[in-house]
């Protein structure tokens, strides 16, 4: 059954591509498809798909022109709804993908306002993955009280698929579990997938998601605006980020976030995050850790 979703999400995914280029993915071996997790499109050179051990060519190379048909079949040939998401260099998907774009940045006023010559795309998969943190949520508790969280592991380790799907079991709650109130801060759009309004994968009865907005200035209007029991956001990479997430602490708001680390010692390496551990607000680490196709979680105590 899993296989069957996959592989049906790659067939969604590979709807966004212009009409070459879809026809040339869905003619991948079920065993493509099934493992794909992005389509890689880079002007002049061939149309590549992404797999766990690196990308693989499917030949005929993209055009400028590919480009551009994939924004409008993105954006339902309306950029100009897209505008804000455009100008940060992505678009959400109806049907939970996201397409990370490079170009030449249009600056105004020491801003990007949009992108023109677009050269290379990213169309993420989206793997929603309902269930992976059923068994790891339990342990996320202490007494029947839920323990500030770090999701820890390298780029494409799989943190905001667990992210997400945490924030699911937090908010819906389970056996013996009272669900609770979560704000998902969703700066780049990539843990609910909100278009127009609704979001695109499942991410609770009681999540409210604040989307497109910087961490540093979402943490703090969800504290005054929601009555948030937990606050969740996707990677922690800013020293504002860092403040926003002690204030709420000390508001006595739970925190589940991701960071880009092997494991709690790589984090005691990095000036940033030695300083997040010496502040004693996350209190467990779940640690993913690929093997193969698969991925294993464990779950440990943070130094304090």
């Known amino acids: 059954m899993e296989d069957e979703t996959a592989i049906r999400r790659y067939e969604e995914a590979a709807r966004v591509l212009p009409g070459r280029l879809r026809s040339l993915a869905l003619a991948q071996p079920p065993e493509v498809r099934r493992l794909a997790e992005e389509f890689r499109l880079r002007a002049g050179r061939p149309l590549a798909v992404l797999l766990p051990e690196g990308e693989r060519s499917l030949g005929d190379a993209v055009t400028t022109e590919d480009l551009e048909d994939l924004c409008d079949l993105a954006t339902d040939y309306s950029r100009y709804a897209a505008a804000e998401t455009l100008r940060e260099g992505y678009l959400a ?16 006023g020491g801003e990007n306002t949009a992108l023109r010559d677009l050269s290379s795309a990213a169309v993420r998969i989206a793997r929603e993955r309902r269930g992976v943190g059923e068994d790891i949520v339990p342990r996320l508790f202490q007494a029947g009280r839920y323990q500030n969280t770090l999701l820890l592991s390298p780029p494409g380790g799989g943190k905001t698929t667990l992210l997400r799907d945490l924030v699911r079991c937090l908010s ?6 009272p669900g609770l109130r979560v704000s998902l801060i969703d700066e780049r759009g990539e843990v609910a997938v909100m278009v127009r309004g609704a979001p695109q994968m499942d991410v609770g009865l009681r ?14 209007m969800a504290l005054r605006a929601m009555n948030p029991q937990v606050i969740a956001v996707d990677e922690i990479t800013a020293e504002a980020d860092l403040r926003a997430a002690v204030q709420a602490a000390g508001c006595g708001v739970g925190l589940l ?17 030695r300083q997040l551990l010496a502040e004693g607000v996350f209190r467990l680490a779940v640690c993913i850790r690929r093997e193969g196709s698969g991925r294993t979680y464990e779950v440990e105590e943070l130094p304090w």
């Not at 998907?93 to 105004?108: E, P, Q, Y």
């Not at 999540?207 to 703090?220: N, Q, S």
């Open 93 to 108: 998907v109806r049907g939970g993908f996201r397409v990370g774009l490079c170009g030449t940045a249009v600056m105004k």
């Open 172 to 177: 819906t709650g389970g056996a013996g579990r």
């Open 257 to 273: 976030a991701t960071i880009h680390a092997a494991d709690a010692e790589q984090l005691d390496q990095r000036p940033l995050y």
């Open 207 to 220: 999540t409210d998601v604040l989307d497109a907005c910087p961490k540093a200035l979402g943490i703090p």
